[in-house]
């Protein structure tokens, strides 16, 4: 456990710390496909890099509000990864167990190994705990949903010390999410709170006002969180002072996404989208998801080829080209196809392709293949 400290904090005092959340390690990550062992591997990476950040900073303490394994049922490995970790850094570090590892018999919590971690305090009682500076308002959570809200037990009055709230859950009103443990936007202003950090969400988010944020995940964990991979570096003068927030890069991997909600109209857009793939840094460490709807004119069928060349040098990649449709004045290719069953066909896939069905778009792709054909006999 972490050394006691007294609850009643100089009048002077100051806090300056981290805060993260939802590291989630032991994900298991199939949705990366062959590239979920580099996924799984950058989370624990990731967490490296906080640590070391929380030195390098020489912050009062580190805080992670929640959701630090993926679940309770991880392996002790990892659990014994992450406490000797955590127990290396140079610093007080406090533990929030969130809805992925709430502390119920049998969590990850209950293991021996966070007794031998003297720097480590879990906070598995919703109490206040003194930390350097102020004290912590810790709202651990005990089951995987809930439509309770977590903070209801923290008074309104304060000591007259910083005060941090450390909670894991949807901002009430934000999001309708069902069991999704709904905490009250005003909480800071309700609970004199000078910040309140929370887990759950993804994606950085800071609140105005700059009293309430996400810090988001260390790391990101799939396509579509594009805020995610930070943690927050807080600073409180004092008391009712507003917190001073850094968003600090930690992430190893980059997820990518092209295309998606873009419709191409006009040539050149395809050629566009292989160059910029070429161009992207750090290809070895990236994923990408490249999502191709709208025209696709006779000259640029080489440039989904060059896409695909392009993707297959990621770590890994998605490229869903289903949505083009030949350009409706770019038929001239069914024309010249031999007269007879073959360019039948073109023209009966091509009447079948009009649409959104799923027989459409299975038309549609063997229009595609067709085309591709025609254009390789033709060189």
């Known amino acids: 456990m972490a050394q006691p400290v007294s609850l009643v904090p100089p009048h002077n005092s100051n806090m300056r710390f981290l805060h993260t959340a939802d590291w989630q390690i032991g994900m298991r990550a199939v949705h990366a496909g062959s590239a979920a062992e580099a996924v799984r591997g950058a989370r624990m990476d990731a967490a490296t890099r ?12 580190l805080l992670l509000a929640g959701d630090t394994f993926e679940d309770n049922a991880v392996d002790r490995t990892s659990v014994e990864q992450v406490a000797a970790l955590l127990g290396g ?14 502390h119920q018999p049998g969590s990850v919590w209950e293991h021996p190994v966070w007794r031998s971690a003297a720097n480590v305090t879990v906070l598995r009682e919703a109490a ?6 102020g004290v912590l308002l810790p709202c651990p959570l005990r089951t995987r949903r809930s439509d309770e809200d977590p903070t209801a037990w923290i008074p309104s009055a304060g000591d007259g010390g910083i005060r941090v709230v450390a909670a894991h859950g949807n901002v009430a009103g934000i999001t309708a ?5 709904p905490i009250p936007m005003d909480l800071a202003t309700r609970t004199g709170a000078d910040y309140v950090a929370l887990g ?8 105005s006002g700059a009293r309430t944020a996400y810090s988001g995940t260390h790391e990101p964990t799939r396509f579509g969180e594009p805020a995610s991979g930070n943690v927050l570096l807080v600073s409180i003068s004092a008391p009712g002072a507003v917190p001073q927030i850094e968003t600090r890069r930690t992430a190893v991997l980059r997820w990518v996404r092209i295309g998606e909600g873009e419709a191409l109209t006009v040539p050149g857009k395809l050629a566009e989208i292989a160059r910029n793939l070429a161009n992207l840094p750090d290809q ?24 695909e060349s392009a993707c297959a040098r990621f770590l890994a990649h998605r490229l869903d080209w289903s949505g083009l449709r030949p350009a409706p004045d ?11 069953s073959l360019q039948i066909a073109a023209q009966r896939l091509r009447q079948a392709a009009e649409g959104t069905s799923e027989e459409a778009r299975t038309a549609m792709q063997a229009l595609l293949e067709l085309y591709t054909f025609a254009q390789e006999v033709r060189r």
Do not use: K, Q
């Open 330 to 340: 770019d038929h001239d290719w069914i024309r010249r196809l031999p007269a007879g």
């Open 128 to 133: 206040p705990v003194a930390v350097p500076g």
């Open 89 to 102: 850094t140079g610093c007080p570090v406090f533990v929030l167990p969130g809805n992925h590892d709430p």
């Open 50 to 61: 906080v640590c070391r950040m929380a030195e390098d900073e020489a912050v009062d303490f």
């Open 200 to 207: 759950h969400w993804h994606s950085t988010v800071i609140y």
């Open 284 to 307: 070895d460490r990236t994923l990408v998801e490249v999502t191709l709807t709208g025209l696709l004119f006779e000259r640029e069928r080489e440039d989904v080829s060059r896409i």
């Open 177 to 181: 999410e069902e069991g999704g443990f």
